[in-house]
């Protein structure tokens, strides 16, 4: 097994959708990232992690401070791209509220056609990605065929959007982002996620 003790899951906005893959606080400071957050979390995201039966339970938080939220919308539906239109969502969530780090996080994207759906729905893209050591193109795990469902969305004040919902997939370890994966190195992770995201 390649990811370290200390699991952390990281679902992040696929490079397709134009929008930066790390939270604004994390930008311009090389691969890796510390931040002191001292504001209250913005959300959960809880998982089962089964590694060939070594199952190990987690619970993440995104959290929002002076450089903004790790839980982010952004409104593409005017995307000179017809294939991205829509509302992209990326959610980054950590293990604890005193130290985020790159290598202790776990991202979801997805797109929804708009935030007026009747929910339950299913996103029309969807991905998952764990990163092991910092670095966002090396050594981490990305979802195969993720599942993912919208239970609610709840639009709220100032442009903010609660989203409530599961996801599932299985996930293998790539060595290079850009390279194969490795089939013979894999997790199945579940889930649930409960966050309040801003508009980016």
Not at 9 to 19: E, I, K, P
Not at 41 to 46: A, C, E, F, K, N
Not at 103 to 128: F, H, K, N, V
Request: with cysteine; aromatic share 6%; hydrophobic share 35%.
């Amino acid at each position: 097994m390649k990811r370290p003790s200390t699991i952390a899951l990281a679902l992040v906005f696929s490079l397709a959708f134009g929008v930066p893959a790390t939270p604004a606080h994390a930008q311009g400071s090389g691969s890796s990232f510390l931040q002191r957050v001292t504001t209250p979390s913005t959300g959960q995201v809880d998982m089962r992690i089964d590694d060939d039966g070594d199952i190990e339970s987690v619970r993440l938080n995104t959290y929002r401070n002076k450089d903004g939220n790790t839980a982010l919308w952004r409104d593409l539906s005017n995307s000179q791209n017809p294939a991205s239109r829509g509302i992209v969502v990326a959610i980054h969530a950590f293990p604890t509220r005193e130290l985020l780090a790159e290598d202790d996080a776990i991202s979801l994207s997805m797109r929804l056609p708009s935030l007026d759906l009747q929910c339950p729905c299913t996103p029309e893209e969807a991905g998952l990605r764990l990163y092991l050591d910092g670095d966002m193109e090396a050594s981490l795990y990305r979802s195969l065929s993720p599942d993912v469902v919208v239970e609610t969305i709840e639009q709220q004040r100032q442009g903010r959007v609660r989203l409530v919902g599961r996801f599932s997939a299985d996930m293998a370890f790539y060595q290079r982002l850009d390279g194969p994966p490795d089939l013979t190195d894999t997790l199945r992770v579940e889930g649930r996620f409960d966050v309040v995201s801003d508009p980016m």
